[in-house]
């Protein structure tokens, strides 16, 4: 990659996708007619219209040939050797990004550029999931992760984040497509985690240096975090959600798709459901995601030694989906204490008679049966205040006991 740094034609393919209007399919249509970005850029307006371009977009590629647009993306790329450029044409392009008809002509890598020939599983779902779906997507991710599996996801509040975290728990790479320049960071709450990233793996953008936060641009990330993986799974998700577009993409791309089933009563579980009757595969453990991905790749090959122990007892070890039955919620589990203000903007719809405190007890619950215990754990109220609260709750139908001490939401 060194080399391409130094390659004056690299600012050439910069300056060509900065061009407004040039999306990754006109570029190519470029490529095609002219070879390379430095030819295109030489051509004359009626020659790129002629090659398939619209007169406003020939106009800016020649408005563009005398600036020094590359300078930002050149500066960046030669701060650090952390810091990558990759081309169509350059042989780190994955190859499984560049069999989509829209793959992106760059890419910006900051990070460890080789993982991102790793295989990867894509995990994605609601920025404000229920606990459970919070507590699932880092089980998952953390235990996939030591299998040899790369963690892939946005960089998103909630499920993201906790895809990731729980890859880099795991001690396995993880990487994160973002829908702005690799020089910024957003959600800025993700600062700390973007920088744990790269240590573990990369942040990965076909976005120039500079470019802010853009709602156009997040579904345009979904295509790159899907293309890069060989299967994505569906943590939760609501019937319209960027989860469910991602799920899409990966199914126009052949690749598998997985889905956590969850309550009738909940809805972030309905997008789940909907996949699972579109044919997307139904999860219940890692298990099921890792007999379809040994059909594709042998994991085996790309397992670092220091998570060969953690692979020979993988069925006893396993995570699934979390229930009462299933898993104990621990103080040092880095996701299962989640603050009262994080927890109280669930997705989930909450009648406005309750008050806030009533509110934020419903959404750390979920629709799984739970605990008090649990729910101490999950929340800032000790267990007496629970009680007394889950007892209301109870008396307005919001809650029913299980009996063994466990309660479920029922809306």
Same mark, same amino acid.
């Given at each position: 990659?060194?080399?391409?740094?130094?390659?004056?034609?690299?600012?050439?393919?910069?300056?060509?996708?900065?061009?407004?209007?040039?999306?990754?399919?006109? /570029? @190519?249509?470029?490529?095609n007619? /002219?070879?390379?970005?430095?030819?295109?850029?030489?051509?004359?307006?009626?020659?790129?219209? @002629?090659?398939?371009?619209?007169?406003?977009? *020939?106009?800016?590629?020649?408005?563009?040939?005398? $600036?020094?647009?590359?300078? %930002?993306?050149?500066?960046?790329?030669?701060?650090?050797?952390? !810091? !990558?450029?990759?081309?169509?044409?350059?042989?780190?392009?994955p190859?499984?990004?560049?069999?989509?008809?829209?793959a992106?002509?760059?890419?910006?890598?900051?990070?460890?550029?080789?993982?991102?020939?790793?295989?990867?599983?894509?995990?994605?779902?609601s920025?404000?999931? $229920?606990?459970?779906?919070?507590?699932?997507?880092?089980?998952?991710?953390? !235990?996939?992760?030591t299998?040899?599996?790369?963690? $892939?996801?946005g960089?998103?509040? +909630?499920v993201?984040?906790?895809? !990731?975290?729980?890859?880099?728990?795991? =001690?396995?790479?993880?990487?994160?497509v973002?829908?702005?320049?690799?020089?910024?960071?957003?959600? *800025?709450?993700?600062?700390?985690?973007?920088?744990?990233?790269?240590?573990?793996?990369?942040i990965?953008?076909?976005?120039?240096?500079?470019?802010? %936060?853009?709602?156009?641009?997040?579904?345009?990330?979904?295509?790159i975090?899907?293309?890069?993986?060989?299967?994505?799974?569906?943590? =939760?998700?609501?019937?319209?959600?960027?989860?469910?577009?991602?799920?899409?993409?990966? &199914?126009? @791309?052949?690749?598998?798709? /997985?889905?956590?089933?969850?309550?009738i009563?909940? %809805?972030?579980?309905?997008?789940? #459901?909907?996949?699972?009757?579109?044919?997307?595969?139904?999860?219940?453990?890692?298990?099921?995601?890792?007999? =379809?991905?040994?059909?594709?790749?042998d994991?085996?090959?790309?397992?670092?030694?220091? #998570?060969?122990?953690?692979n020979?007892? /993988?069925?006893?070890?396993?995570?699934?989906?979390?229930?009462e039955?299933s898993?104990?919620?621990?103080?040092?589990?880095?996701?299962?204490?989640?603050?009262?203000? =994080?927890?109280?903007?669930?997705?989930?719809?909450?009648?406005?008679?309750?008050?806030?405190?009533q509110?934020?007890?419903?959404?750390? &619950?979920?629709?799984?049966?739970?605990?008090?215990?649990?729910?101490?754990?999950? $929340?800032?109220f000790?267990?007496?205040?629970?009680?007394?609260?889950?007892? &209301?709750?109870?008396?307005?139908?919001?809650?029913?006991?299980?009996?063994? +001490?466990?309660y479920?939401r029922?809306?």
């Open positions: 990659m060194n080399d391409m740094k130094q390659n004056d034609e690299l600012e050439s393919w910069i300056k060509l996708w900065r061009v407004s209007g040039i999306g990754s399919k006109k /570029f @190519q249509l470029l490529l007619s /002219f070879d390379t970005p430095a030819a295109a850029l030489a051509a004359n307006s009626s020659q790129l219209v @002629q090659a398939g371009l619209s007169s406003k977009v *020939a106009n800016s590629i020649c408005d563009q040939k005398n $600036t020094d647009s590359a300078k %930002p993306d050149l500066e960046w790329l030669n701060a650090s050797d952390n !810091h !990558h450029i990759v081309t169509l044409h350059c042989p780190e392009y190859q499984r990004l560049k069999q989509i008809d829209d992106p002509a760059l890419l910006y890598v900051h990070g460890n550029l080789s993982i991102l020939k790793d295989p990867q599983l894509g995990i994605v779902g920025r404000n999931p $229920t606990q459970s779906g919070h507590n699932n997507a880092y089980e998952f991710a953390k !235990h996939l992760a299998t040899g599996l790369c963690i $892939t996801s960089l998103a509040l +909630g993201d984040g906790a895809a !990731h975290q729980g890859a880099i728990d795991g =001690e396995g790479p993880t990487i994160a973002i829908a702005t320049g690799v020089d910024r960071v957003y959600p *800025a709450k993700h600062r700390e985690l973007a920088h744990k990233i790269v240590e573990n793996g990369a990965v953008s076909e976005f120039p240096i500079g470019t802010h %936060p853009d709602s156009r641009h997040f579904p345009r990330r979904n295509r975090i899907s293309a890069l993986s060989y299967g994505v799974l569906v943590v =939760e998700a609501a019937l319209k959600s960027g989860s469910l577009i991602t799920a899409r993409l990966a &199914m126009e @791309q052949n690749r598998e798709v /997985f889905a956590i089933p969850g309550s009563h909940n %809805p972030l579980a309905k997008g789940c #459901h909907q996949l699972i009757r579109q044919g997307a595969k139904l999860v219940e453990t890692a298990e099921d995601i890792l007999e =379809e991905m040994s059909a594709l790749i994991l085996n090959d790309h397992s670092s030694s220091s #998570h060969q122990s953690s020979s007892n /993988f069925i006893s070890q396993k995570p699934s989906v979390e229930s039955t898993r104990t919620v621990t103080n040092d589990d880095h996701y299962s204490k989640t603050k009262s203000d =994080e927890i109280a903007s669930s997705d989930t719809q909450i009648d406005g008679s309750l008050d806030q405190e509110k934020t007890l419903l959404n750390a &619950m979920g629709f799984d049966p739970i605990s008090i215990d649990q729910l101490v754990l999950s $929340t800032d000790d267990a007496a205040t629970i009680a007394a609260m889950l007892l &209301m709750l109870e008396l307005q139908n919001y809650v029913s006991g299980n009996g063994g +001490g466990t479920t029922l809306k």
